[in-house]
T-cell receptor
Framework: DQQVKQNSPSLSVQEGRISILNCDYT??????FLWYKKYPAEGPTFLIS?????DKNEDGRFTVFLNKSAKHLSLHIVPSQPGDSAVYFC???????????????????FGQGTILTVHP | GAVVSQHPSWVICKSGTSVKIECRSL??????MFWYRQFPKQSLMLMAT?????????EQGVEKDKFLINHASLTLSTLTVTSAHPEDSSFYIC????????????FGPGTRLTVL
């Protein structure tokens, strides 16, 4: 039972344009969603997160949108840069017990990942 | 800060042998460490959660006798794949958090295991 799905295995974007990475989920009520970025031979690094009580969170070039009725979240990167080329994972975790925004806690359930390539 | 290392980064072994993978938190004490596995073109799947000094909690479908996890200190957790078979070939990633399920997870770079 795949609870977090990324249906696009890859995405190719021109430098300066917007990259939109998508993720669908099931069986969620009060969860926390995160996006991770992963380079080859490295572990995932945290990018941005959103609580299920919000519908948008923005951090610099990165914005995550959450559509609870559609059980869908997306990561927008604008403008895209060649250094953004990596594998992007969406993940679901537990609601943080303290502090606002930032990171998630506890067990993480990951999507399959989307390979983003930004061409110069 | 918050660096997690894994050793080895890749390993090739013969079927039937055991392989030990180390996960270390280099600049912080990790109360909780998580072990994930990623098959090609699939997501990272949580295998088990380990708390320092206690037995690991395994996810459904993960054989605890095959994947032995030891978290003997606040900076080191080990995953031993016993009697490895080709179907165990995968990318194994650990993560570490400072407190028990209430802090950010910092991921290691992963270990590529190939069983011949």
């Amino acid at each position: 039972d795949q609870q977090v799905k990324q249906n696009s295995p890859s995405l190719s974007v021109q430098e300066g344009r917007i990259s939109i990475l998508n993720c669908d989920y099931t069986n969620s009520m009060f969860d926390y969603f995160l996006w991770y970025k992963k380079y080859p031979a490295e572990g995932p690094t945290f990018l941005i997160s959103i609580s299920s009580i919000k519908d948008k969170n923005e951090d610099g070039r990165f914005t995550v949108f959450l559509n609870k009725s559609a059980k869908h979240l997306s990561l927008h990167i604008v403008p895209s840069q060649p250094g953004d080329s990596a594998v992007y994972f969406c993940a679901r975790g537990l609601q943080p017990t303290g502090g606002a925004g930032g990171t998630s806690y506890g067990k993480l359930t990951f999507g399959q990942g989307t390979i983003l390539t930004v061409h110069p | 800060g918050a660096v997690v290392s894994q050793h080895p980064s890749w390993v090739i072994c013969k079927s039937g042998t055991s392989v030990k993978i180390e996960c270390r938190s280099l600049d912080f004490q990790a109360t909780t460490m998580f072990w994930y596995r990623q098959f090609p073109k699939q997501s990272l799947m949580l295998m088990a959660t380990s708390n320092e000094g206690s037995k690991a909690t395994y996810e459904q479908g993960v054989e605890k006798d095959k994947f032995l996890i030891n978290h003997a200190s606040l900076t080191l957790s080990t995953l031993t794949v016993t009697s490895a078979h080709p179907e165990d070939s995968s990318f194994y990633i650990c993560s570490a958090s400072r407190t028990s399920g209430s802090d950010e997870q910092f991921f290691g770079p992963g270990t590529r295991l190939t069983v011949l």
